[in-house]
């Protein structure tokens, strides 16, 4: 049951994507302390498992991913923010405990759930008459894949 130490990544995920469709803010204290929360169950998965390049593999996908994700962001301007690109830090731990194939699944469900998410959001935006009128939390199309990576990964292996 590895699936059970991604909670703590996927937990913060809930957390950030809540605060995100709410305020459009990411709290970056929240982040720290849930990539802290699933590096320390990386580490023990790591240990568990006897297989310690889960935790090295884990961090330099995150690593990776946070690195493409800010590409993106200053790629194409007001489209990701900060926030997007370190909501990754917890989410990108957990599934990059399970390798490639979970990252790569990660990434299309992302694009895929990313932008049927947008074209909804700002159909149904149901914050048209706020301030956050036309900004799209992104953070919980972040959370949604993690979610089916994981899964898949899980399923398959």
Known sequence: MPYLFCLPGLLCGLALSIEDVRHRRVPLTWVALGA????VADLAYGIISNNLFALVQALLFTA????LQLALALIV?????FGDVTALIPLGLAVGLFGL???VVWWLAMGLLGLAWIVLWLRFDPQHTSAYAGKVPYVPALLIGAIIAITVANVIS
């Open 64 to 67: 990776l991913c946070c690195l």
């Open 77 to 81: 301007p007001k489209t990701l923010g």
């Open 101 to 103: 194939f979970a990252v």
């Open 36 to 39: 802290l929360c699933q590096l």
